[in-house]
């Protein structure tokens, strides 16, 4: 396994992970409800939604090649 696909691929998800963070956060003060229900669903969708991508960027690190 390449160190440089490791090195890279938690630099990606680092700076991936913040970036998606802080989008999930304006996008939610722009369009979700102030009900807390409502605030709740939105925020537990986006917080389990950067797994998929980032299930795949694990899966390319443990990669052989």
Do not use: E, K
Not at 5 to 28: E, F, K, Q, S
Not at 38 to 46: D, E, K, N, S, T
Request: overall charge positive.
């Amino acid at each position: 396994m390449p160190r440089w696909r490791n090195a890279l691929g938690i630099a990606v998800l680092v700076l991936g992970l913040a970036v998606y963070a802080l989008a999930a956060m304006v996008v939610g003060a722009a369009i979700v409800p102030a009900h807390w229900l409502a605030q709740f669903v939105f925020y537990a969708g986006a917080g389990l939604a950067w797994l998929w991508p980032a299930r795949r960027l694990l899966a390319w690190m443990a990669r052989d090649g």
